[in-house]
């Protein structure tokens, strides 16, 4: 498949019109093999490509074919840690009152980083009597939201991040090659269809945690500096926002500080920074 420069640029100028994401050029490997499909069904890639102006629906597959969804349980495992151990208990500790969290992930794919949350309140039952545990998935595809809804996933995906007790104890094997995640996990999570670029409000919540993980990593500097606005916006005061392992605040955004108690998560910034945020 002989992808051209100017298509190339065109699918690359597709996907981050509608999702904020960067495809570098010279990255055209990744486009060429996710649109291998479509290649076969029109022929060429430039026929593809003149094809998106008449076909919408074309648009939104060739999208989707083109976001990176990679994602898998407890992905980074002593960002979590730190996450589901040291900060969890503080926040526990100042929502004592409350007794309400609300968490939200913000491009959360095919839904595994909301469900290893999940799993934690849920094998802490007694811990979290009486609370109410929100938590909140987000992604703008439509693909990765129906899946993570559905809460199926393949002997690979289970085997990703879990331990074999979680695997057995939350999964049941379905047809000797999928595994369903149990009722009472997945009715802990919601799934919504949402763009961190939308210019709709971001959920009406304030957030006690907010995890935006790997999403942002391929946003232009300005754009990832609106969205660490909009999520400043969604947070409550003295939340916590947790990153991708190669994802940073510093000098990316003011609406957000590093945790000095737990390193590698952030803080929301004090009230000042969010007024800015929002206006
Ligand atoms: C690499 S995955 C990361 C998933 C998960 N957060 C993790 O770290 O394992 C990035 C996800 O961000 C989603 N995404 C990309 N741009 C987005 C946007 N503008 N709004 C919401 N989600 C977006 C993609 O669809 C994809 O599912």
């Known amino acids: 498949m002989e992808l051209s420069d100017a298509s190339a640029r065109i699918l690359a100028g597709l996907l981050e019109a509608r999702t904020g994401q960067r495809l570098a050029v010279s990255r055209r490997w990744r486009i060429e093999s996710a649109l291998q499909p479509f290649v076969r069904d029109y022929g060429s890639p430039d026929r593809l490509v003149a094809a998106l102006a008449r076909e919408p ?13 990679e994602t898998f349980f407890y992905r980074d495992r002593p960002a979590f840690d730190l996450l589901l151990g ?19 992930c913000a491009g959360c794919s095919t839904g595994q980083e909301a469900y290893s949350i999940a799993m934690r309140f849920a094998e802490q039952k007694t811990r979290w009597a009486g609370w109410t545990i929100d938590i909140l998935g987000t992604d703008v595809s439509r693909a990765a939201v129906e899946k993570a809804r559905k809460g199926v996933y393949t002997q690979f995906e ?46 009406p919540a304030s957030f006690d945690m907010i995890l935006c993980r790997n999403v942002l990593l391929y946003f232009c500097a300005e754009r990832r500096r609106t969205v660490f606005s909009r999520l400043a916006g969604a947070a409550a005061p003295d939340s916590l926002l947790m990153l991708g392992a190669g994802e940073t605040v510093i000098g990316q ?10 390193r590698g998560l952030y803080l929301r910034a004090p009230e000042p920074h969010r007024l800015a945020a929002a206006s």
């Open 158 to 203: 289970v085997q990703r991040g879990l331990a074999v007790t979680q695997m057995m104890r939350w999964f049941a094997e379905q047809d000797g090659q999928t595994w369903q995640l149990a009722d009472e996990i997945r009715r802990m999570v919601r799934f919504e269809i949402r763009s961190l670029l939308d210019l709709a409000p971001p959920p």
């Open 57 to 69: 629906m074309l648009a939104e597959a060739v999208v989707e074919a083109l976001l990176n969804n």
């Open 86 to 104: 040291p900060a969890l208990s503080r926040v526990e500790r100042t929502r004592a009152q409350a007794k309400r969290l609300r968490i939200w």
């Open 253 to 262: 955004t003011d609406a957000f500080v590093t945790d000095p108690d737990c």
